[in-house]
Structures are given as structure tokens and as C-alpha cells.
T-cell receptor, first 115, second 115 residues
Framework: AQSVTQLGSHVSVSEGALVLLRCNYSSSVPPYLFWYVQYPNQGLQLLLK??????LVKGINGFEAEFKKSETSFHLTKPSAHMSDAAEYFC?????????????FGAGTRLFVKA | GAVVSQHPSRVICKSGTSVKIECRSLDFQATTMFWYRQFPKQSLMLMATSNEGSKATYEQGVEKDKFLINHASLTLSTLTVTSAHPEDSSFYIC???????????FGEGSWLTVV
């Protein structure tokens, strides 16, 4: 079975500060991991994904995430927060199941950026 | 690439009527599409998986007769909310997975308000 846990429903940082959004997963098979961002009243936009290969993946808008198998984590980071980063972020895990891939989403973390 | 479009973005309907939401993959063929429901400040709830040319697979607790899903072509899936009631008011989001890929791409979402 798969599951995703996002630690912290709300994270607040100052503009220019480090952004760290935490995600832990469980999966009985090798997972594919994703981060999506959702701005108010919009659908979800893919930020980055890990499938195979390099464990540090870079995405759009300066975000990156590192897959750590030993810690079953896929935390999202950005060195310097910008006001436009304020949004809801969802971590997701996908794995091949009978009948196709199934994607499970975390509960989401709302990022607030203070001026 | 990998653009998914939903229409309408907002719809208001009277209680007891039916409303249809369309989900289109604009630049790829999607053998599988997914329909989600999202309540305010909450994560996505998977309603059903739509497979082209076959019946949709509904998640537990989702009424098949109320939420009709049709996936008639490789680029179009529709969700029809039948006999809508105010409690059906929500943000509905679709996503699509290109054939052979493990990544899903989301539409812009559709706000349904039942009055």
C-alpha cells in the first residue's frame, strides 16, 4: 500500500529565506515521487518528479527535492523564498499497480511568504 | 507539452439539474484520465479513474449513478453530475496520464455551485 505524509499543514517563511516542505512516503514497490503546486482557484501544476536515476531533482521556479530511500523522504526545498511562491504544495507518490499506476496525494502544505 | 484543459471553469446550476464538465488532453493521447473533488483547504479526493473505451473505475463511496463518467476518445473525458444538490458544490479537477508515462497532468479545475 502507498501513503504520503506531509509534515505541517502550514509553513511560514520570510521572503528570501529557505523553504523546506517535508514529505515522507511509504510504498511496497519502488515509487515515483512528485511535487505539485496549486495556486488559488486553479488546478495543480507539476513542480518536479523523481522516477529513477539522480536522487536530487530540480524543478521549475528554483525548487528542488531529494529522494532519500533510507529515510523514505522527498522533501522540497528552495534556497530563497519569493512572494510568488505562496501557494498550496502537494506531495504525491505513484506506483505501478494491477491495472496501471495509482497516485496518492498528501494532505498538502500551505506556504506563506512574509515580506 | 502535456496540457490538460477543463471546461467550464465555473458553472452554476439549479438543484435537480445535471451539469457536464469536460476534460481534454490538448497535445497528447490519454488512455487514462482521473477525476478528483477538492473541498476548500483540503487535499484532492480521487473520485474515479476513466479509461478510454471502457467503464470508469469508481472509488469507494462515490456514487456511480450520480457522477457519470464517459471517456469516449483518447483526448476527452466528461464528468456529468446528475440531479445536482447543493452538497455537490465543489471544485472538480481532472488529470490525464499520457500513454507509457507515470506522470499525471492536471486541468485548471471547475467550480460547481448548485443553488
Amino acid at each position: 500500500a502507498q501513503s504520503v505524509t506531509q509534515l505541517g499543514s502550514h509553513v511560514s517563511v520570510s521572503e528570501g529565506a529557505l523553504v523546506l516542505l517535508r514529505c515522507n512516503y511509504s510504498s511496497s514497490v519502488p515509487p515515483y515521487l512528485f511535487w505539485y503546486v496549486q495556486y488559488p482557484n486553479q488546478g495543480l501544476q507539476l513542480l518536479l518528479k523523481y522516477t529513477t536515476g539522480a536522487t536530487l531533482v530540480k524543478g521549475i521556479n528554483g525548487f528542488e527535492a531529494e529522494f532519500k530511500k533510507s529515510e523514505t523522504s522527498f522533501h522540497l526545498t528552495k534556497p530563497s523564498a519569493h512572494m510568488s511562491d505562496a501557494a498550496e504544495y502537494f506531495c504525491a507518490v505513484s506506483a505501478q499497480k494491477t491495472g496501471g499506476f495509482k497516485t496518492i496525494f498528501g494532505a498538502g502544505t500551505r506556504l506563506f511568504v512574509k515580506a | 507539452g502535456a496540457v490538460v484543459s477543463q471546461h467550464p471553469s465555473r458553472v452554476i446550476c439549479k438543484s435537480g439539474t445535471s451539469v457536464k464538465i469536460e476534460c481534454r488532453s490538448l497535445d497528447f493521447q490519454a488512455t487514462t484520465m482521473f477525476w478528483y473533488r477538492q473541498f476548500p483547504k483540503q487535499s484532492l479526493m480521487l473520485m474515479a479513474t476513466s479509461n478510454e473505451g471502457s467503464k470508469a473505475t469508481y472509488e469507494q463511496g462515490v456514487e456511480k449513478d450520480k457522477f457519470l463518467i464517459n471517456h469516449a476518445s483518447l483526448t476527452l473525458s466528461t464528468l456529468t453530475v446528475t440531479s445536482a444538490h447543493p452538497e455537490d458544490s465543489s471544485f472538480y479537477i481532472c488529470s490525464a496520464r499520457p500513454g507509457g508515462e507515470n506522470t499525471i497532468y492536471f486541468g485548471e479545475g471547475s467550480w460547481l455551485t448548485v443553488v
